[in-house]
């Protein structure tokens, strides 16, 4: 409520003009101190900081401002469904680092590795993750910093659920030594603040890059809307008062799906963060599609297929729990029906039930 308020507050006074192309003052100090006292990251917010009109736009110029024609950028999959379109946009190579469920999505340096080329140059990170929830140990995270450092790549980390993380504090590979000067780091009010609508993101990395950046910001999108920069002051005054009772929210509602999943015997990994869960329906006999098309039209349950994740998602079906408690039990009762019903029609699949 008080984002909102003041929002109202700056429309009444009729703050409705452009701002700096880069974002109000204001909103990048309170950027830079939240970077200081979480990760204990210096940024100059004159020079080192873009606010834009959401994470997404920050992807975008990071990406268009990086990459030359042929470029290389791998990212691990499944992952958010912008990255591989975008990187195209960009006229750069997607080069997917697929994960498994059997790993619990787990990302090493050997599986980046495996995939690494002469013409890579940017890593994508995005930890908790979307669509899997997973997260990455700080072993892993020291292991990649060190592979980035090795072959000279940039990081484009994509923050957005970093408050979402049930487990430990804030962690960005942008802390780690020597990582700050090869890493964008990106972050939005989207998911923590839960304000999607205000169009609001943004991307600290060295002043030579957020110049570059700013230069594309400045043609495509002139600056991001001055009332949600104007009520962004506002929610990063004091975050975590509303956001740890929020968290708490989505580790009681993660808890209680894992346990329905469970129960229907669908496999699923747990959670780290974010508000999403992957469980596996692949021994169903459906498409993670078709799936996703019948559960909508026969029992009104929205999921999303995991092949919209790239294809390391086949299989899967991506199920948000940023939705209210009841309509979660609810969801979660029809889909067990529809699960028993698919097994029932194709007996062969009840092994998979649990014992
Ligand atoms: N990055 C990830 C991983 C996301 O999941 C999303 C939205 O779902 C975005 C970026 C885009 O966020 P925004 O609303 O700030 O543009």
Redesign the pocket.
């Known amino acids: 409520d008080y984002v909102f308020e003041a929002m109202q507050k700056a429309l009444s006074e009729k703050r409705i003009q452009y701002t700096a192309w880069t974002g109000i003052p204001e909103l990048r100090s309170a950027i830079a101190a939240k970077l200081k006292q979480e990760n204990n990251i210096d940024v100059d917010p004159d020079s080192e900081i873009i606010v834009t009109s ?3 736009e920050a ?1 975008m110029v990071t990406l268009m401002a990086l990459l030359n024609p042929g470029d290389e950028v791998l990212f691990h999959e499944p992952c ?1 469904v ?1 990255y591989e379109p975008l990187i195209r946009l960009a006229h750069g190579r997607p080069v997917p680092v697929r994960l498994g469920r059997e790993s619990g999505f787990r990302l090493t340096r050997e599986r980046i590795e495996a995939c690494l080329t002469p013409a890579a140059r940017v890593l994508i990170l ?1 930890f908790p993750n ?1 669509p899997t929830g997973a997260d990455l140990d700080p072993g892993d995270l020291a292991a990649i910093a060190d592979l980035c450092r090795q072959r000279d790549l940039l990081v484009l980390a ?1 923050e ?2 970093g408050e979402l993380r049930y487990e430990g504090p804030p962690r960005s590979i942008a802390a780690l030594p020597e990582m700050r000067e090869r890493t964008v780091f990106l972050h ?3 998911k923590a603040w839960a304000m ?1 609508g205000y ?1 609001l ?1 943004y991307a600290c990395a060295p002043a030579p890059l957020i110049d570059a950046m700013m230069r594309i910001h400045q043609y495509t999108m002139l600056c991001a809307p001055i009332l949600s920069q104007e009520a962004a002051v506002e929610a990063l005054r004091e975050p975590e008062r509303d956001i740890a009772p929020m968290r708490e929210t989505y580790r009681q509602r993660r808890n209680y799906l894992l346990h329905a999943f469970h129960q229907m015997g669908l496999p699923v990994a747990e959670p780290r963060g974010a508000f999403y869960m992957f469980p596996w329906v692949g021994d169903l006999g459906l498409t993670s599609r078709d799936f996703a098309l019948r559960l909508l039209e026969e029992e009104r349950v929205a999921v999303v297929p995991g092949s919209a994740f790239g294809a390391a998602g086949e299989g899967h079906v991506r199920c948000s729990y940023a939705a209210a408690t009841d309509l979660i039990r609810e969801a979660a009762r029809r889909i067990a029906a529809f699960v028993a019903r698919l097994r029932a029609a194709a007996p062969e699949t009840a092994r998979t039930l649990p014992s």
């Open positions: 959401g994470a997404q992807l958010y912008s995005n979307n994509d957005i659920y939005g009010f989207s999607t169009r993101g």
